[in-house]
């Protein structure tokens, strides 16, 4: 499925702009501006607001918007902090060239390299900010969630105030079911603050808890993930991807589809060139970490065997796990925009709270 073309719907969009509490700004952009839903809840909500809008392709043709055809990046780096209010519901998808456009990857964001176009839009859109302008964003859930995004997200609550992370809800796009927060990012810089945690339901944005800023600066941007592990399990994820997989040759466990109550990893083959890293033996807990089973465990009774990438398993050499985990089942949101998964923090925080 193509993720990269996904408008904002008008009620979204209303949505989220009523809920920036700021002074009208006097002009507002959106650099990937699509359907320029978003811009026009914006001049709903301030009529004398001045809408530019920016897209790679062919806009619907408007008066009300400024429009200029145009990569955003570029855009961004010809209009550095020039803007008080910025809106953004950038493509989600992969990028052929990473920092293809260099001056974006400044001070800050020096050092980040990503293959994922929405972070590059991400820094752009941040770019374009003036000082105390806001952003408001839409980004997929693994942004927030994901430890792949640690780093970016310690940068950002380092040098901005992220004033609020918003859920949306899974059906926001239709069908799709894609998982995605929007951010409100303000570009200035807070010493000590909170950020207000919450979700849209039937159009209207509730909050039920917030992070403080010292936990936000870690990179942990979720309630899931600022739990205090207090026992760190000797868990592991496997080496091998399923692109490995042949006809015959030595055996591994691989995750199943298969979501009933008896879930249990089946078996593939790898060849026997390749010398695997991580090993169940009987008695260890096998976890699936990707896909429709995600979440999914079983107590491993066999002979030790390898176990593929899609696979966590964890050592219970006392029994305390499994007799703690007995007849429970992972009920925690899964991760992740078209193929779910949980990482080895959400199964430590989720063994820990039972």
Not at 327 to 336: A, E, I, P, Q
Request: glycine share 4%; charged share 20%; proline share 3%.
């Amino acid at each position: 499925m193509d993720y990269s073309k996904f408008y904002t719907p008008q009620k979204t969009a209303k949505t989220l702009i009523y809920e920036l509490s700021i002074p009208e700004p006097q002009k507002v952009i959106d650099i990937c501006c699509g359907s320029c839903n978003l811009l026009f809840a914006a001049k709903k909500k301030w009529n004398n607001v001045n809408l530019y809008g920016v897209d790679i392709s062919e806009s619907q043709s408007t008066n009300e918007v400024i429009y200029e055809r145009k990569d955003g990046r570029q855009f961004a780096i010809e209009h550095p902090h020039e803007f008080p209010l910025v809106l953004a519901n950038p493509p989600f998808d992969f990028i052929k060239i990473k920092k293809q456009f260099p001056k974006l990857f400044v001070n800050e964001f020096k050092d980040i390299t990503t293959s994922r176009l929405e972070i590059e839009m991400l820094i752009a859109n941040l770019s374009l900010l003036s000082q105390n302008g806001v952003l408001l964003i839409i980004l997929p859930s693994s942004f927030v969630e994901a430890e792949t995004y640690k780093k970016i997200r310690q940068i950002i609550a380092n040098n901005y105030y992220v004033e609020s992370i918003i859920k949306l809800n899974e059906t926001t796009f239709g069908a799709s079911r894609i998982n995605c927060y929007a951010l409100i990012i303000h570009n200035t810089l807070k010493t000590q603050y909170h950020t207000k945690i919450g979700c849209i339901s039937e159009d209207l944005i509730s909050y039920t808890s917030n992070i403080n800023s010292e936990t936000l600066k870690k990179g942990y941007w979720t309630c899931d993930n600022t739990t205090f592990v207090t026992n760190s399990l000797n868990i592991k994820r496997g080496n091998i991807s399923s692109a490995c997989f042949t006809s015959n040759g030595q055996p591994i466990l691989h995750t199943a589809k298969t979501t009933n109550c008896n879930w249990s990893p089946q078996i593939k083959y790898i060849s026997k060139d390749i010398v695997p890293t991580v090993f169940a033996e009987s008695g260890d807990i096998i976890v699936s970490r990707i896909g429709k089973s995600a979440g999914q465990w079983c107590l491993y009774k066999g002979e030790k065997i390898a176990i593929s990438d899609c696979l966590y398993r964890i050592k219970d050499l006392d029994t305390s796990l499994i007799k703690k985990m007995e007849g429970k089942k992972f009920d925690r949101n899964l991760k992740g925009v078209a193929t779910r998964y949980i990482t080895i923090t959400d199964f430590n925080c989720w063994i820990n709270s039972l």
